[in-house]
């Protein structure tokens, strides 16, 4: 499975990714970058945080925000040429959608 880091930047300080993690696929690290981007982002002091999903060969697949309140907040993916709005409310998860019976 391909690696990829997750670099964090919020309040004037930089925490570069040096371990990575390993995902299925380019939308699982997104999907798992938008989650930390999240959770940080629901302390006041760091609304503003930026997560940056970077492959192991140093190419950057998305630059996410942190969602507030249920607002749409815009994260673009990198070489898609577009925005998408991922609200707070919709939760994100790693994990497949259970079957349905």
């Known amino acids: 499975m391909p690696r990829y880091l997750v670099h964090i930047t919020m309040a004037h300080m930089s925490f570069d990714d040096e371990c990575g993690l ?13 989650r930390v981007a999240d ?5 006041d002091l760091y609304r ?3 997560v940056r999903v970077v492959k192991s060969n140093g190419e950057q697949i998305a ?4 969602a507030s309140f249920g607002v749409p907040v815009p994260s673009t993916i990198a070489g898609s040429g577009i925005e998408r709005n991922r ?3 919709v939760p ?3 994990q497949p959608p ?3 019976p």
Do not use: F, M
């Open 22 to 34: 390993t995902c299925a696929s380019d939308d699982d690290a997104i999907a798992y970058g938008q």
């Open 39 to 43: 959770e940080i982002g629901a302390e």
């Open 48 to 50: 503003n945080v930026i």
């Open 63 to 66: 630059r996410l925000t942190a």
């Open 87 to 89: 609200p707070q409310s």
């Open 92 to 94: 994100v998860s790693l």
């Open 98 to 100: 259970a079957e349905k």
